[in-house]
């Protein structure tokens, strides 16, 4: 008598053996929600309501509030 392969297959699975394939593919995670991954994030413990760069740090306001007045002066000079 021939097993069945879906015995089979549940055997495998309930062994853990069916679990190598997804075990060994590794996602990129980002533990502080931040938007960035961990693997480049240079800031890993940023609030993850805060505003970041593509380093994963946190951008402040002032600087935010810089770079929004250059860019409205750059636009002005565009439509004159």
């Known amino acids: 008598m021939r097993p069945s392969p879906l015995l089979f297959a549940l055997v495998t699975l ?8 997804a075990s060994t593919h590794h996602s990129p995670v980002d533990r502080d929600l931040d938007g960035v991954f961990d693997n480049r994030d240079r800031c890993p413990h940023t609030p993850f309501w805060a ?12 600087h935010l509030q810089k770079k929004v007045i250059r860019q409205a002066r750059k636009n002005f000079s565009k439509s004159r």
């Open 14 to 21: 309930l062994s853990g053996m069916g679990s190598y394939a």
């Open 51 to 62: 505003l970041v760069n593509r380093n994963g740090c946190m951008i402040h306001r002032i």
